[in-house]
Every structure is written in C-alpha cells, then in structure tokens.
C-alpha cells in the first residue's frame, strides 16, 4: 500500500518592490524574515519567491520549527496622503 504524502498549503502576503535602476521586482515575504526573491519581470519574480518561501518552510520542517503562520484578515492598500 502506498503512502499518500499530504501537503498543507499556506498563504502569505508577498511584497514586490519595482527596481528604478536595474528594472524587474525585488520581492520581500514580511511574515517570513530573511525571505527574498527577485525577478526581471512580474511573473518570474512571483515564481521565484514561492520556490523561495517553499524552501524557506521546508527548512523549518526539517529543522522541527513551528511553521509560521500569517494572521488572517491582512489587508495591503494603497492610500494617499495629501501634504
């Protein structure tokens, strides 16, 4: 008998930053500090922090650490401020 392997999917609220000098994203994960990626477009730079964020938990699986949750109910919007 074969042994399903069970995934748990989690979700995070992922910062991409636009780079004015070099152009592509810079992407930055809040909940999980020191989580880091970077793309030459929208699209790879998504790609690249999920593989990044899933490497990231699979460390701390390893390493027997709680796997860090995100509070539910983060809500990022855009305001503007007038001066």
Partial sequence: MRKSIKKKIYQYTAIFEPDKE???YTV????LPGCISEGDTFEEALKNIKEAASLYLEIMRKRKEGIIKEEKG???APIQIKV
């Fill in 28 to 31: 930055t994960i809040p909940s």
């Fill in 22 to 24: 070099t152009g592509g």
């Fill in 74 to 76: 983060v809500i990022v």
